[in-house]
């Protein structure tokens, strides 16, 4: 049977990570561990994944990236189950991951989109169209598949520990996510699935200033791997094998 580790990045975000953590305690098939990855926290992050008795990994390079990188290089279960501290995933959250790996050897990666909670039903909807659709839409068109969605996604460990040397982990204003997905390149598979969902916060989408912090961080991560190979390259490879 496989493994899975759930591996939260978190900075400063005690009580979202203890509402994360109740959600983890509710699941249908149970983790082989849960690891928070205290990325200089200032406030009772590490006590409060103590006390839920997930483990508690200290990364002091700043960065979601070098966070979630230290996550995973600790984590011992075949598969490594990402989300974030603001998450809620659902009780068949865990099951449905182990499903599809259970049932598809060649798979790699698995990702499925986020529900904004706390947000009007009209608000939500629109929410889910303007910005995740368009995150798998837009990403996806750049790297020739689907792309990982850093809130909601799992790999395997044994591939992590093909590539980790690979990413781009000190580097702050790369998007974890999407540098993962390009390094894993179109030859590997990665499936989406639009059931397997997990509540997100909303305060992704507050303020302007937010808003394009996190379109510049997508640009730069786009630009600096399009230096390398560009999406019709990645495309034309993809059709051609």
């Not at 082989?32 to 006590?47: F, K, L, P, Q, Y």
């Amino acid at each position: 049977m496989l493994t899975l580790s759930v591996v939260i990045p978190c900075r400063d975000d005690a009580e979202n990570l203890k509402q994360c953590l109740q959600a983890l305690a509710k699941q249908t098939v149970d983790p082989i561990e849960v690891i928070v990855v205290d990325n200089g926290c200032r406030d009772e992050s590490a006590r409060i994944a103590e006390l839920y008795g997930a483990a508690v990994v200290f990364e002091q390079a700043s960065g979601i990236w070098a966070a979630a990188a230290a996550g995973y290089d600790a984590a011992v279960g075949d598969i490594l189950v990402r989300c974030d501290a603001d998450s809620r995933p659902p009780p068949d959250w865990l099951a449905r991951i182990a499903a599809h790996f259970a049932a598809d050897e060649t798979l790699t990666g698995l990702t499925g989109p986020g529900v904004f909670y706390g947000l009007p039903r009209y608000q939500r909807a629109l929410a889910g169209i303007l910005y995740m659709r368009l995150y798998f839409l837009a990403v996806g068109a750049a790297l020739a598949h689907w792309p990982l969605f850093g809130s909601n996604m799992a790999i395997r460990r044994s591939c992590w520990c093909e590539i980790r040397r690979s990413v781009r982990r000190y580097d702050a204003q790369v998007h974890d996510d999407i540098d993962l997905s390009f390094i894993l390149g179109p030859h590997r598979k990665i499936r989406y699935d639009s059931n397997l969902r997990v509540g997100i916060s909303p305060r992704a989408l507050c303020g302007s200033r937010n808003l394009m912090r996190r379109f510049s961080r997508a640009f730069h991560t786009l630009s600096v791997h399009w230096k390398m190979e560009a999406p019709w390259h990645r495309w034309q490879d993809r059709l051609e094998h």
